[in-house]
């Protein structure tokens, strides 16, 4: 998975993911498929949060900075799924 930074990512939402942790959310998007990319959205000093796998086309947007009913901030991590490269150093 590579980070978007700076950026956010939107796509089609095919499973909604409360996970303990920001990596097992890029690989939970690893291992699947049909993921293009993810999006991580966590209250600010938290661990756990909630992952969207994302796919098909992404399109990258500018970083909003949400935040809670009560004001705390909630960090959002986008990222897309970064092509295998081959094993043997071949073409």
């Known amino acids: ?28 998007c690893v291992k699947e498929q049909q993921c293009t990319g993810a999006r991580w959205g966590v209250i600010q000093g938290d661990v756990a949060g909630l992952c969207l796998l994302l796919s098909g086309e992404l399109s990258v947007k500018d970083l909003v900075k949400p935040k809670t009913d009560d004001g705390k901030a909630i960090h959002v991590i986008a990222g897309r799924k970064q092509p295998l490269a081959p094993k043997d150093g071949g073409t």
């Open 1 to 28: 998975m590579v980070v978007i930074q700076g950026k956010d990512v939107s796509g089609r939402v095919y499973k909604k993911l409360g996970l303990p942790s920001l990596q097992y959310c890029w690989d939970s």
